[in-house]
């Protein structure tokens, strides 16, 4: 049973707000991602991690931020939140190797920006 | 690009009817190849997958999924869907090239309803 934990699972905000959306994995998995899903929308990959002090953005820009200063956490934040960052977000990790693809999400961090 | 392709957004069936859900891929290498489920309220998860060898896999649930090369397919199919099944489907590919960074590629998602 994977074990890839998020917190909060929902989120109403206001304009302007910083906020951190957090992400642990027990599963010592070198690699985890985030991605943002909207209602009926594919995932989009906004930003991923081969390791500690490694982060990259992904696919779809995103003025999110993310640290991995420790393997198993993941947080992302956002400095400024806005109406327009509303929208669901998924953490996920991987092991490194062949059988790439084979991902763990997390729940989900259902957030609104008012 | 790679690009996922899902034909069927929305499918609704009743109970024992049989399902497949049309998966098209965009790449030219080797790929590894993916069905995740989204069950109401739940968090998506591995519903089976295709790395290599025999292109007929079988994932969870009496859920399988036929790896057609030449047609850039991997369909999803149930004998006999039951109301249980009801979730979102999304299709998921890996290429190869993209080794160092893992990264999938996602269909848009088939949202099945399944009625008693």
């Known amino acids: 049973e994977a074990d890839i934990y998020q917190t909060p699972r929902y989120l109403v905000i206001g304009t302007g707000k910083k906020i951190t959306l957090e992400c642990s994995q027990t599963m010592g998995h070198d690699k985890m991602y985030w991605y943002q899903q909207d209602p009926g929308m594919e995932l989009h990959l906004i930003h991923y991690s081969y390791g500690v002090n490694s982060t990259e953005k992904g696919d779809l820009s995103s003025e999110s931020t993310v640290s991995r200063i420790r393997t198993e956490h993941f947080p992302l934040t956002l400095e400024s939140a806005r109406p327009s960052h509303t929208s669901q977000y998924l953490c996920?990790?991987?092991?490194?190797?062949?059988?790439?693809?084979?991902?763990?999400f997390g729940p989900g961090t259902r957030l609104t920006v008012l | 690009a790679q690009s996922v392709s899902q034909h069927n957004h929305h499918v609704i069936l009743s109970e024992a009817a049989s399902l497949e859900l049309g998966c098209n891929y965009s790449y030219g290498g080797t790929v590894n190849l993916f069905w995740y489920v989204q069950y109401p309220g739940q968090h998506l998860q591995l519903l089976l997958k295709y790395f290599s060898g025999d292109p007929l896999v079988k994932g969870i649930k009496g859920f399988e999924a036929e790896f057609i090369k030449s047609k850039f397919s991997f369909n999803l199919r149930k004998p006999s869907v039951q109301w249980s099944d009801t979730a979102e489907y999304f299709c998921?590919?890996?290429?190869?090239?993209?080794?160092?960074?893992?990264?999938?590629?996602f269909g848009t998602g088939t949202r099945l309803q399944v009625f008693p």
């Open positions: 996920a990790s991987t092991v490194t190797g062949v059988k790439g693809g084979a991902q763990y």
């Open positions: 998921a590919v890996w290429g190869l090239r993209s080794y160092n960074t893992d990264k999938l590629i």
